[in-house]
């Protein structure tokens, strides 16, 4: 027994040697930040600017990789089988993360299980606006008009199982009022349309809508998150009207599953330290999205865990399907 106890004694000496020695040395050469959407996107703008900073504080350049298709999921699950060494990761969502496991027939990977949580990016608050010609002023109006029938419950979304929409469809399970999604393929599209009144109201992350609030050609209701948007102090969430309405959407780094932690606390710490940059959290703050209080790895695996389980609920209730 004492011989057996010595040898397992000695193999975890040596794991922790060789985990210490690959951090010592870590990184010796360019890192490769997947993004897991086509150029141009949030996520695109937000991975690269982050990446620079990392870049500089690691001493190493870091490789922006677009790999879009599939709603995020091929460039998701080319992550999770990569080396967990460290110079591969991503920049993930709470589709990819949470919501896609249930919308995908044959997942080939685990958000929960097969990726390492690094840092929690930034909140990206979701809208809901309507063209000027509705008559609401607040959700409490909207919501009594459609049920009435005065105003159309039709609303759009970025797309079938976005975040946009299943806020919309946890509004309607909320209120019971006769609310119709019409998706769209991706919210630029949403966005042209509720402009030019063709449908009436969406769903919205901030970012994309933030101008036309300000100029007076959209008219913001309320927000999905249980917390009001900092950059639009006077509306209320949706919170406010029904009590535990909470719709979160994110931006996060993970990298493969079983990364050494010595060498995930590295790059983690490098991520950190660049969110708090001034520069960056300035231009983040300015285009629509919010860096969180607590940005850690921890505070990203529990908001990750109750958004899984969140919309994992909302989807089954609601019956959502990719069409």
Known sequence: MNTRFAKRLLMAATLVASSLALAQGYPDKPLKLIVPYPPGASTDVTARLIGQKVSTLLGQPVVVDNKGG??????????????????????????????????????????????????LAVMNPIVLVVHP??????????????????????????????????????????????????????????VTDVLGGQVPAIFSSVVSVLPYIQSGKLRALAVTEAKRYPG??????????????????????????????????????????????PEIKAKLDSSGVVVPADPSPKALADLQQRDYTLKGKIIREAGVKIE
């Open 70 to 119: 599939a709603s995020g999921n091929i460039g998701t699950e080319f992550v999770a089988k990569q080396p967990a060494d460290g110079y591969t990761f991503m920049l993930g969502t709470d589709a990819t993360h949470a919501a896609n496991s249930y919308l995908i027939a044959k997942a080939t990977f685990n958000p929960l299980t097969d990726f390492t949580p690094l840092a």
């Open 133 to 190: 010609s509705v008559p609401a002023h607040n959700l409490k109006e909207y919501v009594d008009g459609v049920r009435s029938g005065k105003i159309s419950g039709a609303f759009g979304s970025s797309g079938t199982g976005s975040p946009h929409h299943l806020a919309g469809e946890l509004l309607k399970s909320h209120t019971k009022a006769p609310f119709l999604h019409v998706p769209y393929r991706g919210g630029g599209p949403a």
């Open 232 to 277: 639009l102090p006077n509306v209320p969430t949706i919170a406010e009207t029904y009590e535990g309405f909470d719709v979160p959407s994110w931006l996060a780094f993970f990298g493969p599953a079983k990364m050494p932690a010595p060498v995930a606390q590295r790059l983690s710490g490098a991520i950190l330290t660049a969110l708090q940059d």
